[in-house]
């Protein structure tokens, strides 16, 4: 599960270990990003180094969710520019994607789909290994009973775990997680904790936008605030 | 996903659910109907003259008829049972069984009626199936309990599921007038009320009526022991409850 | 009662006001609709034939789209739980019912009324003036009957998994006998195949008496099946 | 918006007058309930008074979420007995939906329309004045630019907020909140429990299921643990 | 591309799984599909005429469940935000048109053979041996055209912009085409109307045509219209 360790074989990948000496992972300058004609980000700048953990707060609708889909490469950018993984998001917004792994709002399962179905088809799409798909369902306790139950009949924070593994079983260098905490019981949430600290360790970037500041504080290496589409430092 | 209760379990449920479904009463019948069977086929085959018309076919009437007045009769009693369940006074779960066997041997009679039916069509129209008001309403009768069945199947606790199908039994009932008046209203090809206008000599109104009664005896019988067995399947569903109970309060544990 | 009319009038306000800011149907199920009616008219090329089953035509493209504007009209529902909210809002389902029958019948209307003229360009079918009542009146009855029946099946659909497998199962044969009523009597109205108006009206005493059937029958039984 | 204070008129109601004197307003024992075929509540009993705010906590699919709901009347009780506000939750399940305020996982929002028309709609159903509803959206910060929003725009934590003010637009007498804080930033949560507090002290009885103990147990008080579908004290 | 086809065959097998966990594509709108045609016949009543269209009814009736299915293929995408994870996955959308396109071909086949055997028993129309394999090479193109016109349109109606735009209305007139060309070429494969076998292949071009005119413009095309 080792980011640095694996072989990642994408365009986008040869370009970013030659740049990897000389730049930070995430290099947002006056970012502006419109949904509908609503300016999601007005401006924003970040520059997160490898293997630090960030946690973006702030109020309701201020854009920290438009923060990490831009730097997954989901939202077009209008104004400024933007590098992530050594990618330059305004030129290709494809060659980032297989460099992150983004847990949103919503989790991307398929209610129909057994838990072992979705981590199967997510991890598969990603190229990872049937171990470490095994790995990370018992890492988040979905081995037993669950494995088998429908993802339309979990409780929320079956869901959400679910959801997590997914994630855990690419092997992502930029971490990009919307209040993962969130529906986590204390298991959970330790366990979270845990593994984004390993990833971190492993010389992963991780960027968490949460509102429970004490539990994501204390992890965090770095605190932002984001207001009004702009990131502040706190 | 269901419970799959522990070996155990369900041998030990059913040594308990180990009784017969036949009882001296029910066995009596059971004997009635087969005796009932044997004169309806020497009545049906042998004794009852053929028809002027359409000759020996015309003895397809004796099952014909019969099945499909007995399967009205059993989605009727279907709804009438249900509307029992909803009543708040006599509501209880043997009303529930006895609809939903009731709807079972029904689908099974009118099953009868088209087949019989289309065999019929094919010697005196020339075609196993026209577009005739009666079939097709018949069919569509048909595959509305059906779905009553599977609405049945679909789960949740014993009242949800008698709830739910009571209250669908008593709407599917009204498709039972249209399918009898269906031959009145539009592009008629199927017999009209033959048996009431008189069309018939005694001797195959005798025949008929026969086969009546025998169908009917054998619907008693066969609503009688698929009642029965629901209710030992509501038994064993219970029993799976108390297992899935125990592993749910263990969770806590570790 | 009261209070079931107000909830009434409520869902179906919601509902169509939905409808106006998405435009599902207007931009979706109605286009399809015709298409169906356009490619009627291609499958059976000979003018002497369409005329005469244009409104057994007409009544099937309705029919069709009864089936994906329940699918819609109970997806907004469920979608977010919001119908277990308005179980919750310790509303009547009578209230419902009534309500989404309402906004369901308004819709299927539109689609009718757009249905009509486009078989009577494609299909040369001449609508005479003595029919037009018969044929509002045919119209009316006839989109009641299938609402009604659309919201009482679609809610019984809408339930957990495996539900809506039965939707179709329970709709169709129960629209069967609406299908084949509302036809007859368009036919009439229209005069396809020399029937006269007279023959009509039967036909409206069948569909008012699903109409109500169902509309009852759905006011009361409606709470049963969408509730667990 | 003080629970006592609005008389509400339902069958229950009359019932419930009569009984708030001797009876506590949630009384559950040994309640058994199924969902599928599976026990999410496995002979759970909880008595909680007039006026107290009880968190429910515990572990992923522990059975809170159900036990939420079946207060609400949204569960069908298989075994043992539920009252709830002088309702008998086994006899008539209708009958207490008007007394009680339930926010899920699920916000019950309609994506295709505004927050006002969704809270508008919201109140209406249950009578609220135009005054109450307007009230409700500036006290959860709905009332300006976002009012007109159509409901599939907004951020997470908008929608949850959204979602509160339909809550609060209702003068529910048992309040049953499911991970409320889940999306609030810290703003909405301060405004969340003050609502709480004030609702409890107006009478109405509150019941939090949760996971951020800090937070949630700073406010309730008194707290019970949920495992595998009972209740225990902790 | 190797990759875009790893991913296309993924997704096509997950949304087969899915159709085979929920079913809801075999008991829903197959019997739908099937009662359509039943209520075919029961509209247009005479069996001369019956026969005489049954090849257009067939694909209408595939019109209406393509519809159905497509709808449901999408939804099951953006109820729970996968379309977008589907994105973040790096996964080009060649890929996912690809794949969505797959499975909804393999579902489409299915449909047509059920529909095409209750057709034989419903108006007699009868195959002929020489007829059978115009019939398939009609099917597989005409199915892969519609998938591909499906999948395109279901990306438009769920993406983002879909929703407000008319654009999903405009890729619906395409539909047409392939359907027509189908109904004829099937004609001559079942010899309706004395129609004979070779009357069939000109048809299978243009019907080739268009699956390969959409197979490839939706694999380019895709992309911009889910992204945003
Ligand atoms: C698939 C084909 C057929 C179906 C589904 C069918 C169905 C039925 C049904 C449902 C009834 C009960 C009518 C009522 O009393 O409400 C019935 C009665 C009857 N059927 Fe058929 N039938 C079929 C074919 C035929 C044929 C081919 C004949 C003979 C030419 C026939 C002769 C009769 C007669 C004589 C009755 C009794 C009519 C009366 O007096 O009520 N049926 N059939
Ligand atoms: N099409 C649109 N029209 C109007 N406003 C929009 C549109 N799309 C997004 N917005 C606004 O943009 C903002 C989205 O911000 P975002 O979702 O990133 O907030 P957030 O920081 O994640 O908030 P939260 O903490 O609630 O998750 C919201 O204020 C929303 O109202
Ligand atoms: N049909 C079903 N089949 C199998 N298990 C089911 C079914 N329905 C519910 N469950 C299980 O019942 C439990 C539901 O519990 P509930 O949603 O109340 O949990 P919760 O305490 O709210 O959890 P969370 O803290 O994650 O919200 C889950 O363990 C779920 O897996
Ligand atoms: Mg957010
Ligand atoms: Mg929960």
Same mark, same amino acid.
């Given at each position: 599960?080792?980011?640095?360790?694996?072989?990642?074989?994408?365009?986008?990948?040869?370009?970013?270990?030659?740049?990897?000496?000389?730049?930070?992972?995430?290099?947002?300058?006056?970012?502006?990003?419109?949904?509908?004609?609503?300016?999601?980000?007005?401006?924003?700048?970040?520059?997160?180094?490898?293997?630090?953990?960030?946690?973006?707060?702030?109020?309701?609708?201020?854009?920290?969710?438009?923060?990490?889909?831009?730097?997954?490469?989901?939202?077009?950018?209008?104004?400024?520019?933007?590098?992530?993984?050594?990618?330059?998001?305004?030129?290709?917004?494809?060659?980032?994607?297989?460099?992150?792994?983004?847990?949103?709002?919503?989790?991307?399962?398929?209610?129909?789909?057994?838990?072992?179905?979705?981590?199967?088809?997510?991890?598969?799409?990603?190229?990872?290994?049937?171990?470490?798909?095994?790995?990370?369902?018992?890492?988040?306790?979905?081995?037993?009973?669950?494995?088998?139950?429908p993802v339309s009949r979990?409780?929320?924070?079956?869901?959400?775990?679910?959801?997590?593994?997914?994630?855990?079983?690419?092997?992502?260098?930029?971490?990009?997680?919307?209040?993962?905490?969130?529906?986590?019981?204390?298991?959970?949430?330790?366990?979270?904790?845990?593994?984004?600290?390993?990833?971190?360790?492993?010389?992963?970037?991780?960027?968490?936008?949460?509102?429970?500041?004490?539990?994501?504080?204390?992890?965090?290496?770095?605190?932002?605030?984001?207001?009004?589409?702009?990131?502040?430092?706190? | 996903?269901?419970?799959?209760?522990?070996?155990?379990q369900t041998t030990s449920s059913r040594s308990a659910?180990?009784?017969?479904?036949?009882?001296?009463?029910?066995?009596?019948?059971?004997?009635?109907?087969?005796?009932?069977?044997?004169?309806?086929?020497?009545?049906?085959?042998?004794?009852?003259?053929?028809?002027?018309?359409?000759?020996?076919?015309?003895?397809?009437?004796?099952?014909?008829?019969?099945?499909?007045?007995?399967?009205?009769?059993?989605?009727?009693?279907?709804?009438?049972?249900?509307?029992?369940?909803?009543?708040?006074?006599?509501?209880?779960?043997?009303?529930?069984?006895?609809?939903?066997?009731?709807?079972?041997?029904?689908?099974?009679?009118?099953?009868?009626?088209?087949?019989?039916?289309?065999?019929?069509?094919?010697?005196?129209?020339?075609?196993?199936?026209?577009?005739?008001?009666?079939?097709?309403?018949?069919?569509?009768?048909?595959?509305?309990?059906?779905?009553?069945?599977?609405?049945?199947?679909?789960?949740?606790?014993?009242?949800?599921?008698?709830?739910?199908?009571?209250?669908?039994?008593?709407?599917?009932?009204?498709?039972?007038?249209?399918?009898?008046?269906?031959?009145?209203?539009?592009?008629?090809?199927?017999?009209?009320?033959?048996?009431?206008?008189?069309?018939?000599?005694?001797?195959?109104?005798?025949?008929?009526?026969?086969?009546?009664?025998?169908?009917?005896?054998?619907?008693?019988?066969?609503?009688?022991?698929?009642?029965?067995?629901?209710?030992?399947?509501?038994?064993?569903?219970?029993?799976?409850?108390?297992?899935?109970?125990?592993?749910?309060?263990?969770?806590?544990?570790? | 009662?009261?209070?079931?009319?107000?909830?009434?009038?409520?869902?179906?306000?919601?509902?169509?006001?939905?409808?106006?800011?998405?435009?599902?149907?207007?931009?979706?199920?109605?286009?399809?609709?015709?298409?169906?009616?356009?490619?009627?008219?291609?499958?059976?090329?000979?003018?002497?034939?369409?005329?005469?089953?244009?409104?057994?035509?007409?009544?099937?493209?309705?029919?069709?789209?009864?089936?994906?504007?329940?699918?819609?009209?109970?997806?907004?529902?469920?979608?977010?739980?919001?119908?277990?909210?308005?179980?919750?809002?310790?509303?009547?389902?009578?209230?419902?019912?009534?309500?989404? !029958?309402? @906004?369901? =019948?308004?819709?299927? $209307?539109?689609?009718?009324?757009? *249905?009509? +003229?486009? %078989?009577? &360009? #494609?299909?040369?079918?001449?609508?005479?003036?003595?029919?037009?009542?018969?044929?509002?009146?045919?119209?009316?009855?006839?989109?009641?009957?299938?609402?009604?029946?659309?919201?009482?099946?679609?809610?019984?659909? !809408?339930? @957990?998994? =495996?539900?809506?497998? $039965?939707?179709?199962?329970?709709? *169709?044969? +129960?629209? %069967?006998? &609406? #299908?084949?009523?509302?036809?007859?009597?368009?036919?009439?109205?229209?005069?396809?195949?020399?029937?006269?108006?007279?023959?009509?009206?039967?036909?409206?005493?069948?569909?008012?008496?699903?109409?109500?059937?169902?509309?009852?029958?759905?006011?009361?039984?409606?709470?049963?099946?969408?509730?667990?």
């Open positions: 599960m080792l980011p640095s360790a694996s072989p990642v074989s994408t365009p986008g990948k040869v370009w970013q270990l030659a740049c990897r000496a000389v730049e930070a992972v995430v290099r947002l300058s006056d970012v502006v990003a419109v949904a509908g004609r609503f300016p999601v980000l007005a401006g924003a700048s970040l520059v997160v180094e490898r293997s630090e953990i960030v946690l973006l707060r702030g109020p309701n609708g201020a854009g920290k969710t438009s923060l990490l889909r831009l730097c997954a490469g989901l939202l077009p950018i209008e104004r400024g520019s933007a590098v992530v993984a050594g990618v330059d998001l305004v030129a290709d917004r494809w060659a980032v994607r297989p460099l992150v792994g983004l847990l949103g709002h919503a989790n991307g399962l398929y209610d129909d789909l057994t838990v072992a179905d979705n981590i199967g088809f997510w991890g598969a799409t990603v190229g990872a290994t049937s171990g470490e798909i095994a790995a990370a369902m018992d890492r988040l306790g979905l081995a037993g009973r669950l494995s088998a139950v979990l409780s929320a924070g079956q869901r959400r775990r679910t959801a997590l593994a997914c994630i855990v079983a690419r092997r992502a260098q930029v971490w990009l997680l919307d209040e993962p905490h969130a529906g986590l019981d204390a298991a959970g949430r330790d366990e979270l904790d845990a593994m984004l600290r390993d990833a971190a360790a492993a010389g992963a970037t991780v960027i968490v936008a949460s509102h429970e500041h004490e539990r994501a504080g204390s992890l965090a290496t770095r605190v932002v605030e984001v207001v009004g589409g702009q990131v502040r430092a706190a | 996903m269901t419970i799959a209760a522990p070996a155990s659910l180990r009784r017969p479904t036949s009882t001296r009463f029910s066995r009596g019948l059971g004997t009635a109907v087969l005796a009932g069977l044997v004169t309806l086929v020497v009545l049906g085959l042998a004794v009852s003259p053929d028809d002027r018309i359409q000759g020996d076919a015309v003895r397809n009437l004796y099952i014909h008829v019969p099945s499909a007045w007995l399967a009205y009769l059993a989605f009727i009693v279907t709804a009438v049972s249900s509307a029992a369940y909803l009543f708040r006074r006599t509501r209880s779960l043997a009303w529930d069984r006895i609809a939903g066997a009731s709807a079972e041997v029904g689908v099974l009679f009118m099953a009868i009626t088209l087949v019989t039916g289309s065999l019929w069509g094919r010697i005196t129209w020339g075609t196993y199936w026209v577009w005739d008001s009666r079939l097709t309403t018949t069919a569509f009768l048909l595959v509305t309990y059906i779905g009553y069945l599977a609405v049945r199947g679909l789960g949740g606790s014993h009242h949800q599921r008698a709830r739910r199908s009571a209250v669908l039994a008593l709407l599917a009932v009204l498709e039972v007038p249209l399918v009898h008046f269906s031959v009145r209203w539009w592009r008629p090809l199927h017999q009209g009320q033959s048996v009431r206008n008189g069309e018939l000599s005694d001797l195959m109104l005798f025949t008929l009526f026969t086969g009546l009664v025998t169908f009917t005896l054998l619907y008693v019988w066969l609503v009688l022991h698929r009642q029965r067995v629901l209710t030992m399947d509501d038994m064993v569903a219970d029993r799976g409850l108390d297992a899935a109970l125990a592993e749910r309060q263990r969770e806590g544990g570790q | 009662m009261s209070s079931a009319w107000r909830i009434a009038r409520l869902v179906a306000a919601k509902d169509l006001r939905i409808e106006v800011r998405s435009r599902v149907v207007v931009n979706q199920v109605l286009p399809f609709a015709v298409i169906v009616m356009v490619m009627f008219a291609f499958a059976l090329d000979s003018d002497a034939v369409l005329e005469r089953v244009a409104p057994g035509l007409v009544w099937l493209a309705v029919l069709f789209s009864l089936v994906v504007v329940v699918q819609r009209s109970f997806a907004v529902e469920v979608a977010d739980g919001a119908l277990d909210a308005l179980r919750v809002a310790g509303v009547r389902p009578a209230g419902i019912f009534l309500g989404k !029958s309402m @906004a369901l =019948g308004v819709q299927l $209307l539109v689609l009718e009324a757009v *249905l009509l +003229v486009s %078989a009577v &360009v #494609l299909y040369r079918a001449e609508v005479r003036p003595a029919g037009m009542l018969l044929l509002a009146v045919t119209a009316v009855s006839a989109t009641t009957g299938l609402a009604c029946i659309g919201t009482l099946y679609g809610g019984l659909a !809408s339930g @957990a998994r =495996g539900r809506d497998t $039965l939707l179709p199962l329970l709709l *169709l044969p +129960v629209a %069967a006998p &609406v #299908l084949i009523g509302a036809t007859r009597a368009t036919e009439s109205a229209l005069g396809t195949g020399g029937a006269t108006t007279g023959e009509g009206w039967p036909w409206i005493g069948l569909l008012a008496l699903f109409a109500v059937a169902f509309g009852v029958g759905g006011s009361l039984a409606f709470g049963a099946l969408v509730d667990e």
